[in-house]
């Protein structure tokens, strides 16, 4: 570790941290939450720069790593505020091109770095200006991952000479576009953000680049040489109150409702040559439930107001159709409650009721049916049905009691639904990106007070798509929580899901481990120095006959038994990398459980290499062993003429499944 980045002592209770937890506390009201988000922002500064002991001698990269909605957010401010603090002068913070997510982070920023001047993506056309705001350090700069707007930055910065200032550059949202959308194609094209944010970063040469994400799939599968590819992770844990995917997903959910999946389709006006002009079913029964559980909210605490999400397609003419659909459901429903001599009265009574008997499976203490009817024949006439896409300028707002919003990429990540209590999902490509769909998930967040209340209706394929990703998260979560500075973080990936969109990826530095697939080192190393080795896996080997099938182990013990297996590099090889394996058996350990077989054969003369993926197996021996769990064919070989020493050669067959797990290398 060289001396700019050496561990040293970091100031925590600064008067820009001290500002910055002051807006914080009136937010937060658990002590634990703050405390843990203290120490996340000194984890974080004691990772970076030094900024006051010149250029490094390597870059300074790393990942703040959160969940969705889990207050990320916090932990850059006080990140910032601790940099400026430290010794930081600059301060960039990058963000969303969507002015609705720009204009929310800036807000932010705004409102707990008091103390600091704050510049938006506008404040450098003027050049002298900007210059002059520059003298006075530390500043902190919010801009808009947009080419133009990053470029006019870094020409604003290079005409203020300020090259000499040390600059904490964080990227929210780091794996949406920053990354060089030109990689599978190989050669020198370079995505234009890619290309300015790589500019920035060599301008500053005191510089820590931070990425900030909650699906960092993309960024661990860079090449481990790579400079979007952290060399150093600090988990974010949410804080009291938040419900994640194990509320919706996990086995004993009850906020899940199936939806027909051809009903889903048939909301999209873009699939048909006439679009419906009826409410399908599971979405009126998901509209009532939204207009049962904001009443029963609106009677215990009046005033507030609650959010509905309908994310079906990324096309602005499905979201056209479907806001119709929704100002048609509000119009109906209207009209057939204030009309209780009508047979519509009827059906929609039976359409909230239905509603209202499900939410008090989860919800406690609900008020009487008649007092919820009668709010929502009160409050449905307030109702706002709010386009929130590209084409349009809405804002997400909670102006009303009920809150319909309808769109697409522009809910799909980064923003924050306050009271959020229903969600009606539909996205179904054909090959999903697990990073994708993960960021969808807006009903994850600080909703505990509210969950009793919350449903989320979809077909079962997609839940089911974030049920694996859910699983897929944790495994990945839990590896980064073991190797924080690990080069490789093997990816768990279930089919039919893919990691992350491949034109950000060096196909040529992607290895995968598939399920159920064996894979071995193609050549030992059968140098003398190896004795001690072999003597040591002789000893803890012993109990092991060659007559035994597969003995039950824990996982432990293989990557402890694989600790003395070394290959040799003289026969190269890319698959069989010891960190890459330990991660892959920690990953399979966390999904499986800790259950693994080994088979151990002695006498045996193999003495040519091997391709990774052939094996050292005789024949019938793959049976030994069950596939249910990770198996290690542990075989010694004896020494040879060629003067090589007797030595142990491994090879290990993965469980079965419907999965592979996902690695990078440099090529």
Same mark, same amino acid.
């Given at each position: 570790?060289? @001396? ?8 925590? *209770? ?7 937890? @002051? ?7 658990? @002590? ?17 720069? &030094? ?59 705004? %409102? ?19 210059? %002059? ?37 964080? *990227? ?17 094209? =370079? ?92 979405? %009126? ?17 009046? /005033? ?17 159709? =479907? ?44 008020? &009487? ?12 006439? /307030? ?20 809150? =319909? ?43 505990? *007070? ?117 290959? &040799?590099?003289?026969? /190269? /090889? ?16 966390? =999904? ?48 040879? %003429? ?13 469980? *079965? ?11």
């Amino acid at each position: 570790m060289t @001396d700019s980045v050496r561990k040293r002592t970091v100031i925590e *209770d600064g008067p820009h941290t001290e500002a910055v937890l @002051d807006v914080l506390r009136r937010e937060i009201p658990s @002590d634990d939450s703050i405390r843990s988000i203290t120490e996340k922002a000194a984890r974080i500064i004691g990772k970076s720069v &030094d900024p006051i002991a010149g250029p490094p001698d390597r870059p300074s990269d790393g990942l703040l790593y959160g969940l969705i909605q889990s207050g990320k957010t916090s932990i850059i401010t006080v990140a910032a505020g601790m940099a400026a603090d430290n010794g930081f002068k600059c301060i960039l913070i990058l963000t969303s091109d969507i002015d609705l997510l720009y204009d929310q982070t800036l807000e932010r920023v705004r %409102r707990a770095l008091r103390g600091l001047t704050v510049l938006g993506k506008n404040d450098w056309r003027d050049a002298a200006r900007f210059e %002059r705001q520059l003298r006075t350090t530390p500043f902190v700069v919010v801009c808009s991952k947009n080419g133009s707007k990053l470029n006019g930055l870094l020409e604003a910065f290079r005409t203020a000479r300020a090259k000499g200032l040390p600059a904490m550059i964080i *990227d929210d949202e780091a794996d949406q576009a920053s990354l060089n959308t030109y990689t599978s194609k190989g050669g020198s094209q =370079i995505s234009r953000i890619n290309e300015v944010i790589t500019e920035l970063r060599n301008f500053f040469p005191v510089n820590t680049y931070l990425q900030v994400t909650a699906t960092p799939q993309a960024l661990f599968l860079q090449r481990p040489d790579h400079r979007f590819r952290p060399s150093f992770t600090v988990l974010s844990e949410p804080g009291p109150g938040y419900v994640g995917g194990e509320a919706f997903f996990g086995p004993e959910s009850r906020l899940l409702k199936d939806v027909d999946l051809h009903e889903v389709d048939h909301l999209r006006a873009t699939n048909q040559p006439a679009a419906t002009g009826s409410v399908p079913v599971g979405l %009126r029964a998901a509209l009532m439930t939204f207009l049962v559980g904001a009443a029963a909210k609106d009677i215990r605490n009046p /005033g507030e107001g609650y959010a509905f999400l309908c994310h079906v397609s990324m096309n602005t003419k499905d979201h056209n159709h =479907i806001v119709k659909l929704m100002d048609r459901f509000k119009e109906e429903t209207m009209s057939a409650l204030e009309n209780s001599g009508f047979g519509q009265y009827q059906v929609a009574i039976k359409g909230l009721k239905a509603a209202y008997n499900d939410l008090t499976t989860t919800q406690p203490g609900m008020p &009487d049916f008649d007092s919820v009817v009668k709010q929502v024949t009160f409050f449905l006439h /307030g109702a706002n049905v709010k386009l929130v896409n590209a084409l349009s300028s809405e804002e997400i707002k909670l102006d009303s009691v009920y809150n =319909i919003f309808v769109g697409g990429n522009k809910l799909g990540r980064g923003v924050t639904i306050k009271n959020l209590l229903v969600s009606y999902y539909g996205r179904n490509p054909k090959r999903p990106n697990s990073d994708t769909v993960l960021q969808h998930a807006r009903m994850y967040g600080y909703r505990k *007070d509210d969950l009793g209340l919350t449903r989320l209706f979809l077909p079962e394929r997609l839940a089911e798509n974030f049920r694996l990703i859910h699983q897929m998260e944790s495994a990945l979560r839990d590896l980064v929580q073991k190797y924080p500075e690990g080069d490789f973080e093997g990816l768990y990936i279930s089919s039919p899901l893919q990691a992350t969109r491949r034109n950000v990826l060096d196909p040529n530095s992607i290895g995968m481990y598939v399920a159920g697939g064996s894979y071995n080192p193609v050549y030992p190393l059968r140098t003398p120095a190896m004795r001690e080795r072999t003597f040591r896996l002789d000893e803890k080997l012993l109990q092991y006959r060659d007559d035994a099938g597969g003995s039950p182990v824990g996982v432990d013990f293989l990557m402890e038994l694989l600790e003395d297996c070394v290959p &040799d590099p003289a026969h /190269g /090889g890319r698959l069989w990398d010891s960190k890459t394996i330990r991660a892959a058996l920690v990953t399979v350990k966390s =999904i499986f459980g800790d259950r693994a077989y080994l088979v151990v054969r002695r006498g045996r003369d193999l003495s040519q290499p091997r391709r990774e993926t052939r094996g050292i197996l005789s024949g019938g021996e793959a049976s030994l062993a069950p596939t249910d769990a990770p198996t290690l064919f542990l075989y010694k070989q004896n020494a040879n %003429r060629k003067g090589e020493a007797e030595i142990w050669w491994p090879q290990l067959r993965l469980p *079965d499944g419907n999965y592979v797990l996902a690695f990078s290398f440099a090529s």
